[in-house]
């Protein structure tokens, strides 16, 4: 399903599109996998638009939300709002990947200075 040719890459991640808004014919709305190799991470950021809704599909980490700290495995699901500052990280032993759903999304809409 999934061709390592089509991950694009990023710091402490990879990120996959599945479907974008002209797959779905729904303006906005993007749905790809994201996975973080064990003993990486994700920096905090935040969208000013985009909500995020994450279902874990394989491994474990921690899926950091505002000043919360979840600790995930696969079958768990979490929604990220507009503004929340979020993160991950992996320091178990295995891939962790999850399935992000966003809404409203826009190319450019992620912030990475979060003080």
């Excluded at 906005?28 to 996975?35: K, N, P, S, T």
């Excluded at 503004?83 to 809404?103: A, C, M, P, W």
């Amino acid at each position: 399903m999934t061709n390592e040719n089509d991950w694009i890459k990023g710091e402490g991640y990879r990120k996959k599109v599945l479907y974008d808004e002209g797959d779905l014919s729904s303006e906005g709305v993007r749905i790809q996998y994201v996975e973080v190799d064990a003993g990486d991470r994700v920096s905090p950021h935040y969208h000013k638009a985009q909500t995020e809704v994450y279902n874990v599909q394989r491994g474990k980490a921690i899926l950091g939300i505002d000043d919360v700290d979840y600790e995930v495995e696969k079958g768990d699901t979490l929604i990220c709002k507009s503004g929340q500052v979020h993160y991950v990280i992996n320091d178990f032993s295995e891939k962790f990947r999850l399935l992000v759903v966003k809404t409203n999304y826009k190319e450019g809409d992620s912030y990475w200075e979060v003080e």
